[in-house]
C-alpha cells in the first residue's frame, strides 16, 4: 500500500485510535436517556466525528433501535441554497425506511404507508420555497395535499404531528423490535455555515418528537459563521446570543476526545501499512512530532502520512548518487513543520540549520529583535526562548495567531530534531528539505527560489577549491584537514583511473565507479561536511563496494570498535557508517583510520 485513504472508520475492528470506551459510554447513555434528545458531537474538520458515529451505528444495529442516517453534503451538491434543508428532512424520513426494510422491520402497512407518502410529499413541497426567518418554511404552499381534508394552510404542528404518528406506529407495532429511533445528520462542517444553521433550526422545529434521538456531527465555529447573518460578527457582548442558540438545539455536547487518541498505535500500524516501519525505540519520537505538529487530527495526520509515504516511494527510486537518503524521522519531522507551520518552513528553507538563526537573520525576516527581547521578559526564564535561535523563531511566530498560539509547540518540535541529531543536524537537515520540498504548498516567491537552491547541488571543481569553502565558512584547519586526508587519496586515484568519478558538493561530496551499471550501483563513499563541534566526517562506505563487511572486521579489529555505535553496518542500508564522533574516539588514530578506509576501497 503506498497510501491512506481519507475514509472513516466503520467497524471496531478498525479503531486504532482506542475510542471505542466512549462509543460504548455514549451507546448506553443513549439507550437509557429519555426522549426527544439532541447529542451534538463537536470538533473541527477531521477530528473522527464519523468515525465515532459509526461505531455507535454499529452498536446500535445490534439493539432494539431504528437508524436512519443523512450526509447533509449531499443534499447540498449542486443544489441552491434553499433546497438544501427540505432535502435534508426529506432524507431522515427515507434513510429510515430504507434501513429498517435492510433489517427485515419495516412493518407499517396501508394506513402507515399513507403517513410517509404525506410527510416525505410535505417535505419535498418545501424544496422550492422560501427560507424565512423562524425555519424557511412557507407552509401554505408546502402543505398542499398533506392531511384528508387538502386545507390550504398547515402549520408546524400539524407536519410534526404527522411524523410524530408515523414514529410511534413503527415503534407500537408488535411486529418490530424498535424501542427508539436514531436520526444520524453527518458532514455539517462540509456545507455552507448559513445552509448548517437552517437544517439545525428544521430539526429543533419539525423533528423534536418523542422516542427519536438526533446525532449531530457538528463545529461550533461552523454555526458562529452561519448566525453572524442573524447576530453580526460574534464579540464579546452578543457571544451569549450564539451559545444560547447553540444550547437550544444541542441538549448533550460531547467534545471529540482528540487528546487521549492512541495516535503512537495509529502511526505505527498506518506506517506499516505503507511498508515503513519504525523502530521501538523512535515510536514515542514519531508521537511527539504529531504533537509538536498537526496535533491529533486524524484526517490532518492522514495527509502528513500520505506526503511522507510519497517522499519515500520517491526517495527509493532516486537514482542520484550524489547524496545518502537522511534519516526518516528527519524528513518526518521537517514535513510535518513544511504543512503545520509554512512561516516556519519558509525560514528553513532560507537557511536549514536552525541553530545558526540569530538577529540578523531574524532581522531579515520581519523580527523586530528588541520588542521581542521586551516579550520575552515577560514568560520570565524559559529553556525554550533562552538562545538566541529559539527567541528567532519565537519573535517570527508573533505576527500569525495562530503560530502565536503554537509558538511554543514549533520550539518543542525543533528541539526534539536537534536533541536527536545533535552533531549530524545540519547534514540531515539538508537532506531532509531536498526531498520535502517537492509536497511544499507555498506561493511565497523567495520560498520557491530558495527550495529550488536547497535542491540544486554547486559543484566545485577540485579539491582546492572545496578546501577554500570550507574555510571560508569558518571550519577549523583541523576539521579542513581531516577532510582532506581522506579525500586527497581518492583524487589521486581518480587522476590515475578513468573509471572512478568525483563529485564535490556544498554539503557533502561522493566517490563513484563510473564503469558500474547503474548510477545506483556507482557510489562507493558519500561524506558530509565536517562537523564543526567534533572536527570529523559522517561518511558512509556504500554497499557497492562489495566488501563492506571485511572493511569493517578489519577496521573493528584494528582499531577496537566492537560494540562502537559510530561505526556500524546499518541493517536497513547494508552501507557501512561513520560518525563524525569518530573523530574523538580514535583521537590522534583518526587520520590512520581515514588512510585505512581510503585503502581498502580502493583495493
Not at 436514531?182 to 455552507?192: A, K
Not at 518552513?345 to 520588542?371: A, M, S, Y
Not at 536527536?420 to 527560489?449: G, P, Y
Amino acid at each position: 500500500m503506498s497510501s491512506i485513504t481519507d475514509k472513516p472508520i466503520t467497524l471496531k475492528s478498525e479503531d486504532l485510535l482506542k475510542v471505542e470506551k466512549y462509543s460504548l459510554a455514549l451507546s448506553n447513555f443513549i439507550v437509557r436517556s429519555d426522549t426527544p434528545i439532541t447529542v451534538g458531537l463537536q470538533g473541527e474538520w477531521g477530528t473522527g466525528k464519523t468515525s465515532l458515529m459509526s461505531l455507535l451505528l454499529e452498536d446500535f444495529n445490534s439493539k432494539n433501535i431504528a437508524c436512519s442516517w443523512v450526509n447533509t453534503w449531499e443534499y447540498s451538491m449542486f443544489r441552491g441554497a434553499n433546497e438544501t434543508t427540505p432535502g435534508v428532512l426529506r432524507g431522515m424520513l427515507e434513510k429510515l425506511k430504507i434501513s429498517c426494510k435492510e433489517k427485515g422491520h419495516w412493518t407499517l402497512k396501508e394506513e402507515g404507508e399513507e403517513k410517509f407518502k404525506n410527510a416525505a410529499k410535505f417535505l419535498g413541497g418545501l424544496a422550492n420555497q422560501i427560507v424565512a426567518k423562524q425555519t424557511g418554511i412557507n407552509i401554505k404552499d408546502a402543505a398542499d395535499g398533506v392531511t384528508k381534508s387538502h386545507k390550504p394552510t398547515a402549520d408546524i404542528a400539524e407536519i410534526k404531528a404527522l411524523i410524530s404518528d408515523l414514529i410511534q406506529t413503527l415503534i407500537g407495532d408488535s411486529k418490530n423490535p424498535y424501542q427508539k429511533v436514531v436520526f444520524f445528520v453527518d458532514d455539517l462542517d462540509r456545507i455552507p455555515p448559513g445552509d448548517a444553521v437552517e437544517v439545525l433550526e428544521a430539526l429543533k422545529n419539525i423533528f423534536d418528537i418523542p422516542n427519536c434521538v438526533f446525532i449531530l456531527a457538528i463545529d461550533y465555529d461552523v454555526v458562529v459563521k452561519g448566525l453572524e447573518s442573524k447576530f453580526g460578527p460574534k464579540t464579546e457582548e452578543n457571544e451569549r446570543e450564539f451559545r444560547s442558540f447553540f444550547d437550544k438545539i444541542i441538549q448533550v455536547p460531547f467534545s471529540m476526545p482528540t487528546g487521549t487518541y492512541d495516535i503512537e498505535n495509529f502511526l505505527v500500524e498506518k506506517l506499516s501499512n505503507l511498508g515503513i516501519t519504525i523502530n521501538e525505540t523512535e515510536k514515542e519520537l514519531y508521537a511527539k512530532a504529531v504533537k509538536y505538529s498537526i496535533g491529533y487530527n486524524p484526517r490532518s495526520l492522514k495527509r502528513y502520512l500520505n506526503s511522507f509515504s510519497l517522499i519515500n516511494h520517491l526517495k527509493e527510486t532516486d537514482d542520484d548518487t550524489e547524496k545518502p537518503d537522511g534519516d526518516d524521522f528527519m524528513l518526518f519531522a521537517i514535513l510535518g513543520i513544511q504543512i503545520s507551520y509554512p512561516k516556519i518552513f519558509r525560514l528553513l528553507t532560507q537557511n536549514p540549520n536552525f541553530l545558526e538563526w540569530n538577529k540578523g537573520f531574524g532581522n531579515k525576516f520581519g523580527v523586530e529583535w528588541d520588542e521581542v527581547q521586551e516579550k520575552i521578559k515577560k514568560f520570565g526564564e524559559s529553556e525554550l526562548i533562552d538562545e538566541e535561535w529559539e527567541q528567532v523563531t519565537w519573535g517570527a511566530c508573533q505576527n500569525d495567531s495562530y503560530l502565536k498560539a503554537r509558538a511554543f509547540s514549533v520550539l518543542e518540535l525543533l528541539n526534539l530534531i536537534r536533541d536527536k541529531f545533535k552533531d549530524n543536524l545540519e547534514e540531515e537537515l539538508e537532506a531532509a528539505m531536498t526531498f520535502a520540498s517537492i509536497t511544499s504548498v507555498d506561493d511565497d516567491v523567495e520560498t520557491k527560489q530558495a527550495v529550488q537552491k536547497v535542491g540544486n547541488k554547486t559543484i566545485y571543481d577540485g579539491i582546492d577549491t572545496k578546501l577554500i569553502q570550507l574555510k571560508e565558512e569558518h571550519f577549523s584547519e583541523e576539521a579542513i584537514q581531516n577532510y582532506n586526508t581522506l579525500w586527497q587519496p581518492l583524487f589521486n586515484a581518480k587522476t590515475e583511473n578513468q573509471k572512478y568519478g568525483i563529485s564535490l558538493a556544498k554539503t557533502g561530496a561522493s566517490f563513484n565507479d563510473n564503469s558500474k551499471i547503474g548510477r545506483g550501483n556507482q557510489q562507493l563513499i558519500y561524506c558530509a561536511n565536517p562537523s564543526k563541534k567534533t572536527l570529523g566526517m559522517k561518511f558512509w562506505v556504500k554497499k557497492n563496494t562489495d566488501n563492506v563487511k571485511a572493511i569493517y572486521n578489519e577496521l573493528s579489529t584494528t582499531y577496537s570498535l566492537q560494540d562502537n555505535q559510530n561505526f556500524k553496518i546499518d541493517t536497513k542500508t547494508k552501507d557501512l557508517i561513520c560518525e563524525s564522533a569518530l573523530c574523538l574516539d580514535l583521537g590522534s588514530k583518526y587520520h590512520s583510520f581515514l588512510q585505512a578506509v581510503t585503502k581498502m576501497i580502493l583495493q
